[in-house]
């Protein structure tokens, strides 16, 4: 029925409210019964907890009084004033507080409300300012809470007394204003700033005075204020004529006089002011009064008034227009020299584009030279071949009459002609840069020198010459056909320029990862100004006979050497010999293969009694072709196309041992497709040899992919012989003891 939490007045009214109802209905009763008697003891101990309440009531009150007379003495004693509003009225204060304003101290009493009090302050006549409004402090103090920082504002009061009002809100209800005096600081800053002020003001008067431009300041109405000694010097005017207050126009008057302004000036004067006021700022070169020359600088300032600076550029001046015409003059010579150097330009262009026209002719000419000699090679190789065919045939014929020695020398004259005419193509084929022409591959070094060695010997026995050869297995990165050129090359030279009775010998060595082929000869020798040269077209060694050669062989070497990345070198002293060196690349994870050996000498007494396919377009190689190997004993099908060798094949009824095929036929008619279709007719893996003109890698891929054997024209007539027989004999199937083969073809 009591709230126990509700304020104890509250509480012992609501007691005896209840006692009073309590006894006025136990007296309404007629008779004292139980229940009346339970409401009158009931009532006499609420009577008698309402004295105990009323008694801790009035012990509250007086430590509450005497809490406040503690809190007031110690607030007496603060040097600090004071105040404390509840519920935006006035609590407690201090008297320094209440007696801070005395024109208002009568008003500040109890509950006075704490926007009244502002009120109160802005209206006192002993506040000077503030360096805030009091209404802001107000709005403030509404919108902060507890934990938001004090508000504060600095006050003036009269007799130059300052104070700093401090306004912080404690709780909800509770708002703090604290007066704190701090006159002393105010005043102490105040001198501190004066002194400041002070030294300032003698340090720019020491930078004024002591400024190297010439500085004044003139009023709005054109009067002298203030200046410096250099404003003086630099105009040639007395301090007596500078003094303040002087009128611009007595100055302007006092500098005429005495020559000391031109009339040019000051007849821009009025102008200058007029630009002066509409931009704020000035900026002119002037000349003065003895040859000198000055900047004149001048801003208006806020006030109306307007400083003018002066700068004394009499040397700038003077260097500058010294500048300037030595500029001038360099100019000129320069325009001079420009002219001279355009003439000069133009000529050298006219030089150049004759060079230009020069060098496309040449270039022109030589790629017309490249481009024909390797269209015509086919055409060229053709006749040699027919020739070679011929006059092979022609040896055998004659070898029992007394023309022999007149065909011997006709065969050499053509080998001659052949060995230029291959140099001449290898040399174009390496000019045209051709991707096609070199392909390098694992190629096995001992089977190249062995072939060379077998090709040159007749050579070499007819010269009466010692050729030996080391035998190697090792394998480089090469272009094979390139790579046995070269080596043919050198052998062919050592042998040529070995005299009777001497020796060439060629094998490798190894050094490091590189091995170095080298042919050593016991020749002329090479003297050492000559050795540079004799890799160029058509040069010789001024100790060669006449009639040795044109000089193409070293050349091929060297230019396939380059294109193949080999180093080649020389060694050489004349009458004792040379040695030739290449060093190559070797492949070391190549895998050894046997080399064909194709054994020539032991086959021209031989027969070739076999059947032999030949398929050429030109009549007179196809006609030399059939008539060297029927002289040896074979029976040749002759045929000039694909059709008219199928055809052939066809009504013999059987295979051929072996096919003979040109790689360019009629249109689009080739070699490759003759024998594949042979093949396919027969179904049988018929041997096959391509002999063409066309040295290109991408025929030599084709024959192996096709399992075809290649030769270039002009053939090596005892080489390919060789290698007719030894396709036929791999070829061959195996024999019973009677000597019948097991299968017909």
Not at 402 to 407: A, E, I, S, T
Not at 421 to 440: C, F, G, Q, T
């Amino acid at each position: 029925m009591v709230d126990p939490r509700a304020p104890l007045p509250e509480q012992v009214k609501r007691q005896s409210k209840i006692i009073d109802a309590l006894v006025r209905r136990a007296s309404q009763q007629k008779d004292v019964g139980p229940s009346a008697y339970r409401a009158f003891q009931s009532a006499i101990d609420l009577q008698q907890q309402v004295a105990a309440q009323t008694l801790e009531l009035e012990s509250a009150r007086y430590e509450r009084e005497r809490t406040r007379k503690a809190l007031v003495e110690a607030l007496a004693s603060m040097e600090e004033g004071f105040a404390l509003f509840t519920d935006g009225r006035l609590n407690i204060c201090n008297e320094l507080f209440k007696e801070l304003l005395p024109d208002i101290s009568g008003m500040v009493v109890p509950q006075l409300e704490l926007k009244l009090y502002f009120d109160l302050m802005v209206n006192s006549r002993f506040l000077v300012s503030t360096n805030s409004k009091l209404d802001i402090v107000s709005k403030a103090l509404e919108e902060a809470g507890p934990s938001d920082p004090a508000v504060s504002i600095v006050a003036e009061l009269l007799r130059d007394r300052w104070y700093q009002l401090s306004v912080q809100k404690t709780s909800p209800e509770n708002t703090v204003l604290l007066l704190t005096e701090i006159t002393t600081l105010v005043q102490h800053n105040r001198r501190e700033k004066e002194n400041l002020i002070d030294q300032q003001e003698d340090y720019l008067q020491a930078v004024f005075q002591n400024m190297s431009a010439g500085v004044c300041t003139f009023s709005a109405e054109g009067q002298v204020m203030m200046h410096n000694g250099r404003f003086g010097d630099i105009l040639g005017v007395p301090l007596s004529a500078l003094q303040p207050g002087t009128p611009v126009q007595s100055l302007l008057s006092y500098m005429t006089h005495r020559n000391l302004i031109e009339d040019s000036v000051l007849a821009q004067m009025e102008a200058w002011q007029q630009d002066m006021v509409n931009k704020g700022s000035l900026s002119r070169r002037v000349p003065h009064g003895g040859g000198r020359v000055l900047d004149v600088y001048a801003n208006l300032l806020p006030d109306g008034h307007f400083l003018v600076e002066l700068k004394d550029v009499t040397l700038e001046a003077r260097s500058t227009e010294l500048l300037e015409n030595r500029v001038m003059e360099r100019t000129a010579e320069l325009t001079r020299a420009n002219a001279e150097l355009t003439s000069q330009y133009e000529e050298k262009a006219r030089v150049e584009e004759e060079l230009r026209i020069a060098k496309e002719r040449a270039e022109a000419a030589v790629s017309s030279k490249t481009r024909f000699l390797a269209a015509a090679s086919h055409d060229l190789l053709q006749p040699i071949n027919a020739a070679k065919l011929l006059i092979s045939t022609l040896e055998e014929t004659t070898r029992e009459t007394r023309f022999l020695p007149m065909v011997e020398r006709l065969g050499g004259a053509f080998a001659s002609a052949e060995y230029l005419l291959h140099s001449l193509l290898d040399i174009s084929r390496l000019e045209s840069a051709d991707p096609d022409m070199v392909s390098p591959s694992d190629v096995n070094l001992g089977a190249i020198m062995m072939g060379v060695k077998s090709d040159q010997m007749l050579l070499a026995e007819q010269k009466s010459v010692q050729l030996d050869v080391v035998p190697s297995s090792v394998f480089v990165r090469s272009d094979p056909v390139y790579l046995l050129r070269s080596v043919q090359n050198l052998v062919v030279n050592a042998i040529q320029y070995t005299n009777v009775g001497g020796r060439v010998l060629f094998g490798c060595r190894r050094k490091g990862d590189k091995i170095i082929l080298e042919v050593w000869d016991t020749g002329i020798g090479i003297r050492r100004r000559d050795q540079a040269r004799i890799f160029d077209e058509f040069t010789r060694a001024e100790n060669v006979p006449i009639g040795s050669g044109v000089g193409l062989g070293l050349s091929v070497v060297d230019r396939a050497c380059r294109l193949l990345g080999h180093r080649l070198s020389v060694r050489s002293k004349p009458g004792l010999g040379s040695v030739f060196s290449i060093e190559m690349d070797i492949v070391h994870s190549a895998t050894p293969v046997a080399a064909q050996h194709i054994p020539v000498r032991e086959l021209e007494a031989e027969s070739v009694d076999h059947i032999v396919v030949v398929i050429e377009n030109d009549a007179d190689v196809l006609y030399g072709t059939t008539q060297w190997l029927e002289q040896w004993g074979a029976s040749v099908l002759s045929a000039s196309s694909t059709q008219q060798a199928v055809e052939f094949v066809k009504d013999m009824g059987m295979a051929p041992d072996i096919i003979l095929a040109d790689y360019q036929l009629d249109g689009a008619d080739t070699g490759i497709r003759a024998i594949a279709e042979i093949r396919a007719m027969t179904g049988t893996q018929v041997p096959a040899i391509l002999v063409t003109a066309d040295r290109s890698e991408t025929v030599r891929r084709t024959g192996e992919q096709n399992n075809i054997s290649v030769m270039t024209k002009p053939a090596d007539l005892l080489r390919l012989r060789g290698l007719i027989e030894w396709k036929i004999r791999s070829n061959a199937p195996p024999t019973d003891r009677s000597g019948q083969t097991k299968q017909e073809v």
